[in-house]
């Protein structure tokens, strides 16, 4: 049996069909670990870790494939080179005045790299799931902090991922049918965060040359899938 998740699964409804189906059942394995912890059943706990621990072990590595296959892996890499080479560079300015000098270079950068930061507009579907996730996040984080009557913090955790995954399953399922192929979708998922935060630290990028080698031409979509 091929080890290749796009070998087993050649066709792109079967790939999303069967992520999805990855997500969900590691969903189901957190819900009844929960249960397990509520019952203090030891047994059901040892056994439930290593359901999780196979089921996102398999999870990661479809998602390491697909991000090697996309070359999503190989941006990030050259994101993070870029992005450690400026912070090297600027550590001592860092050091000197503090966090000054990083918040100007991160409005620098940006404004460096604003025409290709239009290309995420290209892509509102996944700017909307981003920003969903980042707000429920903050919000169940500030709802654990705070408290809630009659509602435990492990309690909270399991709705998060509840409302994560249902945003996620909601996105995959729109780009499916839109025909987007499943390497494209999981390229574009890891990229927009990582460029996100690599704006606040990619100071180099200010370069045209380096810029242009990172991020091709202006108006090039570096999120789609490379030819």
Known sequence: MTLSFEKRFPTEEERYEKYIWLIKLS????????????????????????????LWTVIYIVLLQTAWKSRALHFIIRLWLCAASSVALMAPLIAYFGFMPMLFGAVITIFANRKHLKIFLRYKDFLKYLAACFG????????????????????????????LFYLL???????????????????????????????????????????????????????????
């Open 136 to 163: 429920i996040s903050i919000l169940m984080n500030v709802a654990g902090c705070v408290g809630v009557p009659g509602i435990d913090n492990a309690t909270l955790y399991q709705i998060k991922h509840l409302l």
């Open 27 to 54: 969903i189901i394995a957190n819900i009844c670990a929960y249960i397990a912890i509520i019952l203090a059943d030891a047994d059901a706990m040892n056994l439930m870790r290593v359901v999780k621990f196979v």
């Open 169 to 227: 399953w909601r996105l995959l399922q729109h780009e499916c049918k839109q025909g987007r192929p499943f390497r494209e979708t999981i390229r574009i998922l890891m990229l927009m965060p990582v460029i996100g935060v690599f704006m606040l630290m990619g100071w180099l990028s200010i370069i045209p040359m380096l810029r242009k080698k990172l991020f091709g031409e202006d108006g090039h979509d570096f999120l789609a899938l490379e030819k």
